[in-house]
């Protein structure tokens, strides 16, 4: 059984280019979660989406920023015209439903240049 | 929202050591759990815990919900241990987990 599965892991971008981080949640999960660590700090929750749903985008960034889940294929979380308060780790993570554990993938290390 | 602390910040043990971490949350929740980052950046789940008490291995974690606290007891500790711990809850009016700051354990040989 698979666990949630996160790519790129590593990803270098320029800055002004766009980012996509992809992520497939464990089989049966219907819920996802993206969250951000800077260097040095915590988990800073970004977004939860269901299927084809953006349930809470509270903790995103209003500009550049842009979460979906289709309901086909992974979950992607884009960020245009990067910039390099944008490094950090991009941790994705699943539930079958909400309010129930949750499960992490390995993240996604961006790092803007 | 929701405030989580944990205490203490860093904690450095010599192997074979016991420590307890803390973490303190501001109001009710529905869920909450303990991770270790381990030093590649991989965050594992040690603990879902709202409540009680659970244990495993060398492991173990106690929530007392009414006192809004939760500890992690880590006996006989390895240098595998090194890490950040973090506490995460979800208060019982949300749908995500907010995270602590976390605990930075270093385990010396």
Known sequence: NAGVMQNPRHLVRRRGQEARL???PMKGHSHVYWYRQLPEEGLKFMVYLQKENIIDE??????????????????????????RG????????????????IYFGEGSWLTVV | G?????????LILQEGANSTLRC????????????HQNPWGQLINLFYIPSGTKQN?????????????????ISSSQTTDSGVYFCAVEETSGSRLTFGEGTQLTVNP
Do not use: H
């Open chain 2, 2 to 10: 929701i405030q989580v602390e944990q205490s203490p910040p860093d």
């Open chain 2, 24 to 35: 303190n949350f501001s109001d009710s929740v529905n869920n909450l759990q303990w991770f």
């Open chain 1, 22 to 24: 992809r992520c497939s």
């Open chain 2, 57 to 73: 291995g060398r492991l173990s974690a106690t929530t007392v919900a009414t006192e809004r606290y939760s500890l992690l007891y």
């Open chain 1, 86 to 101: 944008d490094s950090a780790a991009y941790f994705c993570a699943s539930s079958p439903s909400g309010s129930t554990y």
């Open chain 1, 58 to 83: 509270s903790g995103m960034p209003k500009e550049r920023f842009s979460a979906e889940f289709p309901k086909e294929g992974p979950s992607i979380l884009r960020i245009q015209q990067v910039v």
